[in-house]
């Protein structure tokens, strides 16, 4: 997938498109139809399939210190949307500057113009344009004059709850791993750079990788058993997310300790992917005590997974 950042570097002699427009932060199974949408509607019109997303996430600039925690980065995002099998992604700057353009000049100059749209899909609540005034029943309205065909995705739900990455968000902040996997259609991961840490793992006994998450950790403090990867290997490991009381710790960490492996992970992306939720986080008496409780930690990961 083309991966095209910026509007005025996505070129005006590309082929007409069928575009699927939406942050998508999540790229949850109500994004993946919007998404699939647009790549069947391209197939069977001879179009190019694009899907035309935001960075940063519009709350960041309409509503700050209100932002929902991100379920995926950038990069996740855009390689979740490519493995839907779309031709290109649009990142589009979120701006003031564009928060404030008027929805009919978006879907003029931007979708019909600038992406030569011949197709628009978007979900059923999908808002746009100044004052997020835009939505599916004015985008019907304007692509009946500018030769746009619309397609509006109907609401989806999965077990009777809504697909949508605030379900999402609450099932996760409450530990809800299978609910959230659920909606996502996958199990939900955290990612970030391995650093040096205190080596407590190590002296007893199980050495943990520190793991820098590059989003916010929205599942609460516990143990976890989960899938690690690095690299294009993936292996079993416990993770613990929180404070380290036993130790009088403050800040919030994340640790992994790999199963039956010994690997220098220094400065290597680490991805982890939570399966079930073992245990709270609780403060030991001692060293020993929690040396005990981690390797039976580690059993009931392996039973787990």
């Known amino acids: 997938m083309r991966i095209v950042r910026g509007l005025r570097s996505y070129p005006r002699e590309s082929p007409p498109s069928a575009v699927a427009l939406g942050v998508f932060d999540g790229v949850h199974l109500g994004h993946r139809a919007i998404l699939g949408t647009a790549a069947a509607r391209a197939a069977e019109a001879g179009l ?44 589009l700057d979120f701006t003031p500057a564009l928060a404030a353009v008027e929805p009919e000049a978006f879907v003029k100059e931007v979708l019909a113009d600038h992406l030569r749209a011949r197709e628009v899909v978007v979900g059923f609540n999908h808002r746009f344009g100044r004052g997020a005034r835009g939505d599916a029943r004015l985008l019907e309205s304007l692509g009946g004059r500018l030769g746009l065909r619309v397609h509006v995705v109907p609401p989806l739900a999965v077990d009777g709850v809504p697909v949508s990455s605030t379900e999402i968000r609450t099932a996760l902040r409450r530990g809800d791993l299978p609910g959230a996997e659920r909606l996502l259609g996958r199990p939900y991961s955290l990612g970030g750079l391995v650093q040096e840490g205190a080596g407590r793992g190590r002296t007893l006994g199980f050495p943990t990788a520190n793991v820098r998450p590059d989003r916010p950790v929205l599942v609460p403090s516990g143990v976890y058993a989960c899938r690690a990867a690095v690299d294009g290997a993936r292996y079993r490991a416990v993770v613990n997310i929180g404070v380290r009381p036993t130790f009088g710790e403050s800040s919030v960490v994340v640790e992994a300790h790999l199963l039956d492996v010994s690997l ?42």
């Open 264 to 305: 220098d992970l220094y400065g290597r992306r680490l991805v982890l992917e939570l399966v079930a939720r073992l245990r709270e986080e609780r403060k030991f008496a001692s060293p020993g005590e929690l040396r005990g409780q981690i390797a039976r930690d580690v059993e009931a990961a392996r039973g787990r997974l």
């Open 48 to 91: 190019s399939s694009v899907a035309c997303t935001f960075d940063p996430h519009p709350a960041e600039v309409l509503q700050p210190g209100r932002t929902p925690g991100l379920i995926t980065t950038l990069d996740e995002r855009l390689d979740l949307i490519a493995a839907t099998g779309l031709d290109a992604a649009l990142v």
